[in-house]
Each structure stands twice: as C-alpha cells, then as structure tokens.
C-alpha cells in the first residue's frame, strides 16, 4: 500500500529550465494538492483539484501549472524555474464526501534553482 | 494577518515533561481542525482531528479547540524522544476544498 508518491525525490535545475513534478495515489481520493514548504511560511497551497480533469488555484499559483488528466495522477509544472521556486514540494489527497478526512501526504520533493 | 498563526519555536523540554503547542485563527467559519506531525525529510501525517470545539483524547495526546476565543491546543503527555518533530496545525471550513495550515512548531525531546 504505497498511499502517495512523489516522484523525483530530489532535483537541482538551473533558473530557466523546465521540469514536471508527479504525485501518485493509489488510494482512488478525488481530491489532490499541491504544496509547497518554506522555513517559516509553512505550507502553502499552489494548486488543487477536486476530480480528473479539473483544476483551481490556490494561495501561491504564480510560475506553476498543473494537470489531472488521470484520477490517480497529479502533475506540477514550472516551465521557466526561477530561484524563488526553491523549495519542498508535497503533493496530498483525501476522499470525497466525508468532510471529515483529512489529506494524505507524500514525503515531499525537494527542488534546488541555480 | 495570516489566517492561521502558529509560534515556530523551537521547544525543547526533557523527557516526560507535557507538552503543550497552540495554535490561533482568525476565521470564525473554521469548523474541522487537525494536528499533523512531521519528521525531517518526511510528509505530515495527521495526529488527531477535532470538529468544532471540545477536546479529544487519544493516547498520550490529547486536542482542545476552543471556537470562542478562535485557539486550539495540543498536548503530550509523558513525552519521548520519539515525540521529537515539527507540529502543524491545519483547519477548514465545512464546505471548503482547502486546508490552511500553521507555519509548525518544531520539538524536541531531551532524553
């Protein structure tokens, strides 16, 4: 039972590449975020979505796109990496219905710009 | 002002001490509240959930959400090294899709 995966674990760019970030989950959520971790600003929502196919932004969305072209799937990309985009990425899911459930975590991807 | 203020710390008590970290907010529409506990180099993992105020209990940890004064709390009992990790706090709103999440205090347990 894997629950979330994210893939790569680690990752060092130079400013101005390009690069997508995947989170896989194999515990069929509708629901699945992205975030991101800075010491001090905790974490921040980037992008989320409620279903394949859709997809909203959220706190901090600027210099990033995503895609949920597969319910178990959900792809972060930076397409011009800038060093402010340093920093640790987790991905989560939760089922829908119960307002209750909270998110499931990957254990991050840690991405360095140059 | 954030929505959710969390003191970073870091704490660092001796084993078996009670731990106490605290959280406020301030939107009033907060319903769900959870803990999540988080190890270096490792994704949160949820600790405790609460809705809407009154306190739960499990183990040696036990989670109080206070809707009036907009605070929350968590406490350790008896902690161990173990207990040794960064705590976030995190709530949403009965119909919301996001969670909003406390910057994390960072623990440590001195044996």
């Known amino acids: 039972n894997a629950g979330v995966t994210q893939t790569p674990k680690f990752r060092v760019l130079k400013t101005g590449q390009s690069m997508t970030l995947l989170c896989a989950q194999d515990?069929?959520?509708?629901?699945m975020y992205w975030y991101r971790q800075d010491p001090g600003m905790g974490l921040r929502l980037i992008h989320y979505s409620v279903g394949e196919g859709t997809t909203a932004k959220g706190e901090v969305p600027d210099g990033y796109n995503v895609s949920r072209l597969k319910k178990q799937n959900f792809l972060l990309g930076l397409e011009s990496a800038a060093p402010s985009q340093t920093s640790v990425y987790f991905c989560?899911?939760?089922?829908?219905?119960?307002?209750?459930?909270?998110?499931?975590f990957g254990d991050g991807t840690r991405l360095s710009i140059l | 002002q954030k929505e959710v203020e969390q003191d970073p710390g870091p704490l660092s008590v001796p084993e078996g001490a009670i731990v106490s970290l605290n959280c406020t907010y301030s939107n009033s529409a907060f319903q769900y509240f959870m803990w999540y506990r988080q190890y270096s180099r490792k994704g949160p993992e949820l600790l405790m959930y609460t809705y809407s105020s009154g306190n739960k209990e499990d183990g040696r940890f036990t989670a109080q959400v206070d809707k009036s004064s907009k605070y929350i709390s968590l406490f350790i009992r008896d902690s161990q090294p173990s207990d040794s990790a960064t705590y976030l706090c995190a709530m949403r709103v009965s119909t919301g899709n996001q969670f909003y999440f406390g910057t994390g205090t960072s623990l440590t347990v001195i044996p």
């Open positions: 989560a899911s939760r089922p829908q219905g119960d307002p209750s459930q909270p998110q499931h």
């Open positions: 515990m069929n959520h509708e629901y």
